[in-house]
């Protein structure tokens, strides 16, 4: 859902709030998709980490991760996710995270993790 106000820039400043549910199955993980503004060759651009403003809005603690893949079909043919996870505190308040994205700060859950960051989609 776009939330008008109330951003990591106060009042006026517009976020995206997501919601995921416990338990196991569809909605259980919390899982943004952009195959637009996202994609590309992160390697050859040197891109090294991604960052993003993010503030838990729950009442458990969270382990964020960051996944990227290159997707040809129904499933990726390569998928990297974050070694390391991020905690989030329930009731943080906006933060600033930042996911390192070297290869060798990313394990390749199909395919490889050079792939992946060659042909994010």
Excluded at 17 to 29: E, H, K, L, M
Excluded at 84 to 92: D, T
Aim: no cysteine.
């Amino acid at each position: 859902m776009n939330v008008a106000t109330g951003g990591p820039a106060g009042d006026g400043d517009a976020y995206l709030q997501i919601t995921s549910v416990s338990g196991n199955g569809p909605g259980t993980r919390l899982v943004v998709f952009n195959s637009t503004q996202w994609a590309g060759d992160y390697m050859a651009a040197g891109i090294t980490a991604i960052s993003m403003d993010v503030d838990n809005l729950g009442a458990t603690d969270l382990e964020l991760r960051l996944s990227i893949a290159t997707q040809t079909s129904a499933a990726p043919t390569d998928r990297a996710v974050s070694s390391v996870a991020i905690p989030l505190l329930a009731g943080s308040g906006w933060t600033t995270v930042q996911f390192p994205i070297d290869p060798g700060d990313l394990t390749a859950l199909a395919g490889s993790v050079a792939n992946a960051l060659a042909g994010a989609s």
